[in-house]
């Protein structure tokens, strides 16, 4: 079976304004990742890991190169398209969560398939929100909720449209060890079950190493090593 990509990821640079200064995030960035794959991104903080993850969500857009997600290229796409193939292919965890403040847990979860026009999302909500252990918070409202329970939610929300890529920033960040362990299993469950691409900005070094890759970003960059790894990779696919 041949490798597909499913983000493609050339020649990528941010830079924003500062008042008269422009500062640049991220430069240079070349990448591929194939369906199914799991890739980690680590690095320090500040070193660009959120800003390239909400590049590759089309959240934002990049100043220089061009990403490609399931063959659309993001820059071409205007802001609707772009929020059309994330409410379709990509699910998101944020590291700032982003829950609804006015609706439930159950209500958060449920939205993103209901968004699409499915009905009776309430089973799949429930039991997803039972598999992060929230069966008892269904409808608490997220100010109502502690950190962790806060992010559990948005794990379940992003798992509810069983999205082609999941794009993950610090998903274990604010959780005690064995609900951390938890949400893991999961996030590989959906990987192993539905062939999931899963990219996860990380400083958990257990979580880093059970994805096939590891890619090191530095001052908004990846690391050199990073840099000729990914280059004899394409290389190889040309
Ligand atoms: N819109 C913006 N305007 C100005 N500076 C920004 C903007 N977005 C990000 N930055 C800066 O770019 C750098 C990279 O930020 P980013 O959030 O991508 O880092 P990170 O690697 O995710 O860090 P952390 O591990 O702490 O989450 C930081 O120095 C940040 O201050
Ligand atoms: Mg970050």
Known sequence: MSATPIIKVTGLGKTVRLGQDSLTILEGISLQVNTGETLALVGASGSGKSTLLGLLAGLDLPTSGDIEILGQS????DEEGRARL????????????????????????????????????????????????????LHHLPPRLSGGEQQRVAIARAFMTRPQLLLADEPTGNLDSKTGDTVIELLFRLNREHN???????????????????????????????????????????
Do not use: K, W, Y
């Open 74 to 77: 993001l820059t071409r796409l």
């Open 86 to 137: 994330r409410a379709e292919q990509v699910g998101f965890i944020f590291q700032s969560f982003l829950l609804l403040p006015t609706l439930s847990a159950l209500e958060n979860v449920m939205l993103p398939a209901e968004l699409r026009g499915e009905t009776d999302c309430g089973p799949r909500a429930r039991e997803l929100l039972a598999q992060v252990g929230l069966s008892e918070r």
């Open 196 to 238: 999931t691409t899963l990219v996860v900005v990380t400083h958990d070094h257990e979580l880093a190493q059970r994805c096939q890759r590891q890619l090191v970003m530095a001052a908004g960059r990846l690391e050199p090593e990073a840099l000729a790894h990914e280059a004899a990779r394409i290389r190889e696919r040309l």
